[in-house]
């Protein structure tokens, strides 16, 4: 590894936060979805969905999480595509900078700009009326899991980024990524759900995430979710690293 890749990767991601700071667009864009579904299931839908806890933006919340996640990393393969459109990779390799700086820089930014949509989020989910007794550990367990997905997801969005003929291809990957809360236990038990729809639900990585991070802030005990929770995102996370880098590869040789 290029003992310069910790400096050449700080570097590229000042570059990227200061592109994202100079167009704040980006994380409202991201967070504005997100709250709409908050705001319309609580306030519209929320009187007619059953889950048995007291509050529904409680139950909600962790589902609208996961989507904000979800619809943000579009943004890592929108960005990545224009980098290389735009001719910046072939100027990078020509200069003596590590190669693998210039992805994780896209990483990194993805995960910062994530992370202050998560936060804007839980803002107005406490301004309508969520509540928690999670204890610093609650949180902090909280966070570890958003990361993790948020990685997972983002080397995800890695790969149309280096491999999509079009802006619109390299952003649409994440609309079955963005759906797939609905068919979970995100917004309603999947007790209440049809046999097989009810069997995908309980079975895909989703509904763990969602379920552990409840019972976090709920201070319950959660069992075996958290473990089921913490091996998706991470085989996602391995798995889309290395196609990622084999696609990177393949573009820059």
């Known amino acids: 590894m290029n003992t310069h890749f910790v400096s050449d990767t700080a570097v590229l991601?000042?570059?990227?936060?200061?592109?994202?700071?100079?167009?704040?667009?980006?994380?409202?864009?991201?967070?504005?979805?997100?709250?709409?579904?908050?705001?319309?299931?609580?306030?519209?839908?929320?009187?007619?969905?059953?889950?048995?806890?007291?509050?529904?933006?409680?139950?909600?919340?962790?589902?609208?999480?996961?989507?904000?996640?979800?619809?943000?990393?579009?943004?890592?393969?929108?960005?990545?595509?224009?980098?290389?459109?735009?001719?910046?990779?072939?100027?990078?390799?020509?200069?003596?900078?590590?190669?693998?700086?210039?992805?994780?820089?896209?990483?990194?930014?993805?995960?910062?700009?994530?992370?202050?949509?998560?936060?804007?989020?839980?803002l107005v989910a406490l301004a309508m009326g969520f509540r928690t007794g999670a204890s610093v550990l609650g949180w902090l367990a909280v966070a570890g899991i958003l990361v993790l997905f948020t990685l997972a997801l983002t080397w995800i969005a890695v790969i149309p980024g280096l491999t999509a003929k079009s802006v619109d291809g390299a952003s649409a990957f994440s609309y079955p990524l963005v759906f797939l809360p609905f068919v979970s236990s995100a917004f309603v038990p999947t007790g209440s759900m049809p046999g097989p729809v009810r069997a995908f639900a309980e079975h895909q990585p989703v509904t763990s995430i969602v379920d552990a991070i409840r019972d976090l802030f709920a201070e319950q005990r959660v069992g075996t979710d958290i473990w089921i929770a913490l091996a998706w995102c991470v085989g996602i996370l391995v798995v889309a690293f290395v196609f990622a880098g084999v696609a990177y590869r393949r573009r820059i040789s």
Not at 20 to 38: C, G, K, N, W
Not at 96 to 103: D, E, N, Q, T, Y
Request: net charge neutral.
């Open 13 to 122: 991601l000042g570059r990227s936060l200061r592109h994202i700071a100079r167009s704040p667009d980006t994380i409202i864009t991201t967070a504005i979805m997100p709250i709409a579904f908050l705001l319309l299931f609580v306030y519209v839908f929320g009187g007619a969905i059953e889950t048995g806890s007291d509050s529904y933006v409680n139950y909600l919340l962790p589902g609208i999480l996961l989507i904000t996640i979800a619809s943000g990393i579009s943004y890592t393969a929108y960005r990545l595509f224009l980098d290389l459109q735009g001719g910046i990779f072939e100027r990078f390799q020509s200069m003596p900078i590590a190669r693998s700086a210039v992805l994780w820089a896209h990483v990194l930014t993805s995960l910062v700009a994530n992370l202050i949509s998560l936060v804007v989020v839980v």
